[in-house]
Every structure is written in C-alpha cells, then in structure tokens.
C-alpha cells in the first residue's frame, strides 16, 4: 500500500469504533484478533454489549493500560484484557458450547480476503511456509449467528483483499453477512457487494478501484458519505 493510500479513511481505532455502532444492544459478541480486538474498547451510549472470547471469558473489556494487567486474564490472541463488572470465566470446552449450540449472536473477525458471495479466508494463505492458525475460527462462523468483518480493504502490497472469489484456503463458505473496512461498509448481497456508507472524503470511485469485484453503489447516491 502506498503512503498515499494509508492516509485514507478511517484508523484502524475508528474502525473498531464504527463497527461498534452498529451492534444491536444487549448482543452478545465474539471478538476475533487484530482490528476486532479494538472493538472491545467501546459500548455506545446506553447499550450493553456483551463481549465474549473463545478461551473462556464473557465479559471481556479493552486491553489494560501498560503494567496494569493481570498475566492471566487473556483473550483468544493472547492480549491482556480486563473484565467488566459482571464477568464470568470458564472452561474453553464450554466456550465452544456456547458457539457451537448458536448462543452467540454476532462474531467479528478479521480476513486475509472476503468473497462478493460471502466466503470467507482468515487463517491461512495456502503458501508452503505459511503456519496454519485457524484456531477457532472454522466453529465461529459454522455456529455464531452473524458474521461480520473488519479489515483492510487492502494488503500492505495494495492487492485488494475483497474479491471475485477466495484464492487462499476457505475458513467458511457464504459466511459473511457485513464488511467494514477503512474505506466503507459493504454488505454481502445474492446481486454482490453492496455499498452501504462510504468513509468522509472517499469516493465510490475510490472504493471500486481498491476492490477486487464489481461493487454496487448506495441506491439513492453513488457519492453519498456519512460526512
């Protein structure tokens, strides 16, 4: 990606802070690694979201300040994380009952690509040196009623990371319902991807040049942004 393009659309903490908006209240919701794990940093006023992580904690708050933590309170990616009053831990046997029985309403996670119909790659780019780490990613999007994603919209290289279909080893077929990236947000239609808000100051244009399948504009205006 080039320095002009990293200069972009929103922060990765703004992307957090966006895909948060939108989570019904009351959710209980998975936080995948990386970007995801951001999102635990906010609760929209007069909402409660219940942040869960695979290794067994229900509960879950933002990462602690430096020196403040507990060694043992981690979530799925091994960061320190806190515990909002209420909290409860578990065995990781039973956190994947909860994901496997569709008691998790939402799950976040991130991606190496995004198919227009949904599939989904995140664990693995095939290459002969790569170390597989699917973890429980394969169970949360069989089990996790809604599967959104949030990512970049394109590689460090600036290969667009939503495409046509998946070149990497599938995590999960028609899986993802929603894609938020720096630029937008994208839903997963049967006609394709479709736009549904572009970040202040990128264009459709923009978004479309930087992604590897036909996108479809916001019905009522191709430029519209949420200012």
Known sequence: MSADQAKVGLTREQMAQRVAVDIPNGSYVNLGIGIPELIAKYVPEGRELIYHTENGL???GPSPE???GHPELI???KRQVTAIDGACYFHHADSFVMIRGGHIDLCVLGA???AQNGDLANWSTGAPNAIPAVGGAMDLVAGVRKIWVV???CTKHGDPKLVEACTYPLTGKGVVTRIYTELSVLDVT???LQLVELSPGV???YVQQHTGAKVLPIASDTGASRG
């Open 58 to 60: 229900l509960g879950m």
């Open 75 to 77: 979530n799925a990616g």
């Open 112 to 114: 190496l690509q995004v």
């Open 190 to 192: 049967p006609q394709g």
């Open 151 to 153: 990512t970049q919209h």
């Open 66 to 68: 430096p020196g403040q």
């Open 203 to 205: 264009t459709f244009e």
